[in-house]
């Protein structure tokens, strides 16, 4: 009988398809276990007896261990098994979901049971984002990875779409607690899947590596940190390149500072200011998600056709972009609901690009392969900060000086993210910056 051992073996092709669409479900999956508590909140306040300050406290504490953690993963990435990261993360949050569905069904004595494990949840699902892009790092070449990862990364759009539709669906048929034990199960399948099909890099399955190192010219001034000590955080990486990941991680704090003032307050906006009933609301609300998905996907698809693979230039013209649409939701957005929706849709269009390039394929291209975990946690995890923000500056505007004043706010993060993305453009020009 001849020996087919060879032969048989998955290629790169079918491996790489496993790990993208195992990275994929992976994070997706995340989302069922954290976006459903935003969907239940009304019931959890009900049946905990907690007023909104409260039940803000709870995701308050989620959103600083969340960003605590990423800086973790990072550091953690660099000493262990992404895929043990993430198997552990998936399998803790799995966990503090059904904790949180028998918190709810203990009434006022389930609160402090579900700060805790929100707490301990953040640091779970922080090992999503960072974790997976790290394992894609090793899986994708330069050429054509803006392409690919624009479409992985609309994980994050569909994930939330999903997940929050999955949520109310259970909420509406069996009960809030059902949101997260549904959730858990999700997440389990999920887990599941990935253990038996995902593998950290192409070496670990008897492949060559793929993923070349970064390239950038080196500033003759600059310090190479690798020399300092190989054996450093930031060992392979030049001054300007640490430079450059917090500096894309600073950006993304404004990225997503306006990501998740949109996606938490439009709901209440398209009430409040067009009388909408909450389900109307809501509808209207997700054209800002299924919009953005497109943005995702077209920054991919020019920065590697158009650019060659250089993801700056798509940055800044789509962040000036998005100050635009942040100026027609201001203005014209207020004048009907069916404006404020297309408001809506042209800021998550414009918004999502960047938002994707620079937490996914940027921080890859930027950190290298065997540092793309690390980069991608600390600029998620620079990111992360402006949630946390957002969340009291909007909240605080919109009760005192109403939504006019809340828009325009959103428009001076976006000239602050301008000012970020063309300091960082104009190093990347110098060759400065690998993006």
């Given at each position: 009988m001849p020996n087919?051992?060879?032969?048989s073996?998955?290629t790169?092709?079918v491996w790489r398809?496993?790990?993208?669409?195992t990275t994929?479900l992976?994070y997706a999956?995340f989302y069922?276990?954290?976006?459903?508590?935003?969907i239940a909140?009304?019931?959890?306040?009900?049946?905990?007896?907690?007023?909104?300050?409260?039940v803000?406290?709870?995701?308050?504490?989620?959103?600083?261990a969340?960003m605590l953690?990423?800086f973790l993963t990072g550091?953690?990435g660099?000493?262990y098994?992404?895929r043990i990261?993430?198997?552990?993360?998936?399998a803790?949050?799995v966990v503090?979901?059904i904790?949180?569905?028998f918190?709810?069904?203990?009434?006022p004595?389930g609160y402090?049971?579900?700060v805790?494990?929100?707490?301990?949840?953040?640091?779970a699902q922080?090992?999503g984002w960072?974790?997976?892009?790290?394992?894609?790092?090793n899986?994708?070449e330069?050429?054509?990875?803006?392409?690919?990862?624009a479409?992985?990364?609309?994980c994050?759009q569909l994930g939330s779409v999903f997940?929050?539709s999955?949520?109310a669906?259970m909420?509406?048929v069996?009960?809030a607690a059902?949101?997260?034990?549904g959730?858990?199960?999700i997440?389990?399948?999920v887990?599941?899947v990935?253990y038996?099909?995902q593998?950290?890099k192409?070496?670990?399955?008897?492949?060559?590596?793929?993923?070349?190192e970064?390239t950038i010219?080196v500033?003759?001034?600059?310090?190479n940190?690798a020399?300092?000590?190989?054996s450093?955080l930031f060992?392979g990486?030049?001054h300007?390149?640490?430079?450059?990941?917090?500096l894309?991680?600073?950006?993304?704090f404004s990225?997503k500072?306006?990501?998740y003032?949109?996606?938490?307050?439009?709901p209440?906006?398209?009430e409040?200011l067009?009388?909408?009933d909450?389900?109307?609301?809501g509808y209207?609300s997700?054209?800002?998600?299924w919009?953005g998905f497109l943005?995702?996907?077209?920054s991919?698809?020019i920065?590697?056709k158009?650019?060659?693979?250089r993801r700056y230039?798509?940055v800044?013209?789509?962040t000036?972009?998005?100050?635009?649409?942040f100026i027609?939701?201001?203005?014209?957005?207020?004048?009907?609901a069916?404006?404020f929706?297309i408001g809506?849709?042209?800021?998550g269009f414009?918004?999502m690009?960047?938002?994707?390039l620079?937490?996914?394929?940027?921080?890859?291209?930027?950190?290298?392969?065997?540092a793309a975990i690390?980069a991608a946690?600390?600029i998620n995890g620079?990111?992360?900060i402006?949630?946390?923000?957002?969340e009291?500056?909007?909240?605080y505007?919109?009760d005192?000086y109403?939504?006019?004043a809340?828009f325009?706010?959103?428009?001076?993060v976006s000239?602050?993210a301008?000012?970020?993305?063309?300091?960082?453009s104009?190093?990347?020009?110098?060759?400065?910056?690998?993006?």
């Open positions: 087919t051992s060879f032969t073996r998955p790169m092709k398809a496993r790990v993208l669409t994929w992976s999956g069922f276990c954290r976006k459903n508590f935003s909140k009304s019931s959890i306040i009900d049946a905990l007896q907690i007023t909104k300050s409260e803000a406290h709870i995701m308050t504490a989620y959103l600083i969340y953690g990423q550091v953690l660099r000493k098994a992404i990261l993430l198997l552990v993360g998936m803790a949050s503090c979901n904790v949180f569905g918190a709810y069904l203990s009434g004595a402090w049971p579900l805790i494990f929100m707490i301990i949840n953040g640091f922080a090992t960072a974790g997976n892009v790290g394992i894609l790092g899986w994708l330069r050429k054509g990875r803006g392409r690919t990862m479409l992985w990364a609309t994050y997940a929050k999955f949520a669906l909420l509406g069996a009960g059902w949101s997260f034990w959730a858990s199960i997440l389990f399948g887990w599941i990935f038996l099909y593998r950290d192409p070496e670990d399955v008897g492949l060559d590596p793929l993923v070349e970064i010219p500033d003759q001034k600059a310090t940190i020399a300092e000590s190989s450093g060992a990486w030049t300007n390149t640490v430079f450059a990941v917090f894309m991680g600073g950006c993304y990225f500072f306006l990501r003032a949109l996606d938490s307050w439009a209440l906006a398209g409040e067009f009388s909408l909450d389900a109307t609301a209207v997700t054209a800002f998600d919009v943005g995702v996907i077209f991919g698809w920065s590697d158009v650019f060659s693979g230039q798509t800044n013209y789509m000036w972009g998005m100050f635009g649409a027609f939701l201001a203005t014209l957005g207020m004048q009907s069916l404006l929706g809506l849709a042209l800021c414009m918004l690009g960047p938002d994707s620079l937490s996914g394929v940027g921080a890859i291209d930027v950190g290298g392969k065997k690390l946690a600390i620079l990111g992360s402006g949630p946390i923000f957002q009291e500056i909007i909240g505007t919109i005192n109403g939504y006019n809340t325009n706010v959103l428009i001076g000239i602050l301008i000012t970020g993305v063309m300091y960082l104009h190093r990347a020009k110098q060759g400065l910056a690998d993006l």
